[in-house]
């Protein structure tokens, strides 16, 4: 992994927004209010970090997804408990999400969002889409789930530390290929999104599990072999799985990133709009930007 310096301008960057927003909501200080008064120290945030991407990318295709819920995806249907760790967003952060993506609309940037699908099946929907045209992806996102979408010409940018890999980086972090990731955390579990794993298999064994078999449908038809393996536990490994198989399998229709939800089609279907003139003076009046937020983001819509 590192920085990868070549030109990605012609490639589409599709940015995971609310991991952006909610690393805004907790580092900015509180000191930023609306005219009304309410905490706008996220979208602050969040408007700094779309400003500074724009400005040193210029990409020519550019998405931003957000989650519009913690409870309303297909995912909470398929299985109750996924997510259900995590607090519901305040009312505060509720209504800055909802201004963030104004203000990405006043940008120019088109905005990705869907009750039943996540802010990661649509980034996935939309790359699987472009593929097909042959147009690369750069993800804009830290979240490890991606890596299942890198092909060979794609890559995943950490913006907060600079770092970009693509396919090899993904197998130098998690120990497994792209094509394998969402079998990979249906084993070993996702605590971030509440979803257990097979007890008793981490990440070390669900990566060298996969490594021998390929795929987790492999490693279920052949469990009679795992006690033969030269990891630790092999013969409690078969035995979990023999017990947790099913539960694994609906597991990874969690951790699978859908390609299939409703997203805008088309090769040119990303191309940055001309933005808003009107919305942004809004916008920017509404959240008591100052002069140099305001200076950047004219400029952006020229």
């Known amino acids: 992994m590192g920085a990868m310096n070549a030109d990605r301008r012609g490639a589409a960057h599709l940015v995971d927004g609310s991991l952006y927003v909610f690393r805004a909501w907790h580092s900015m200080p509180d000191e930023f209010h609306d005219a009304e008064g309410h905490p706008a ?6 408007t700094r970090f779309l400003c500074e991407l724009l400005e040193r990318v210029r990409p020519e295709r550019l998405a931003v997804a957000f989650d519009a819920s913690l409870t309303s995806s297909f995912r909470n249907a398929i299985y109750p408990p996924y997510k259900a760790n995590r607090e519901l967003p305040p009312p505060d952060l509720e209504r800055q999400f909802v201004l963030c993506r104004e203000v990405t ?20 929907s939309v790359l699987w889409g472009l593929r097909a045209h042959g147009v690369p992806s750069v993800i804009v996102s830290a979240d490890k789930d991606f890596g299942q979408l890198l092909g060979e010409h794609d890559e995943q940018w950490d913006y907060a530390k600079n770092l970009r890999w693509g396919p090899a980086g993904v197998h130098e972090k998690l120990g497994v290929h792209p094509h394998q990731v969402a079998d990979y955390l249906a084993l070993c579990g996702d605590a971030v999104d509440n979803i257990p794993g097979v007890p008793g298999i981490g990440a070390k064994t669900a ?16 469990v009679e072999e795992v006690p033969f393996l030269r990891i630790r536990g092999a013969a409690s490994c078969a035995a979990k799985l023999r017990e947790h198989g099913q539960q694994a399998l609906l597991y990874r229709r969690l951790t699978r990133i859908a390609l299939d939800a409703p997203v805008p089609e088309g090769i040119d279907a990303l191309h940055r709009a001309g933005g808003d ?5 809004a916008l920017c009046e509404k959240l008591r930007f100052g002069p140099l937020t305001r200076a950047r983001m004219k400029a952006l819509l020229g």
Do not use: W
């Not at 120290?41 to 969040?46: K, S």
């Not at 009750?115 to 996935?124: F, N, P, T, V």
């Not at 990566?207 to 052949?222: Q, S, T, V």
């Not at 003139?277 to 003076?281: F, N, Q, T």
């Open 41 to 46: 120290n996220a979208v602050h945030g969040y």
């Open 105 to 124: 609309a006043a940008l120019g940037v088109a905005v990705l969002i869907d009750h039943s699908y996540e802010a990661d099946d649509l980034i996935g």
């Open 207 to 222: 990566a060298a599990l996969l490594h021998h078999f390929g795929n987790l449908e492999a490693l279920l038809d052949r």
């Open 277 to 281: 003139a009107v919305a942004l003076d």
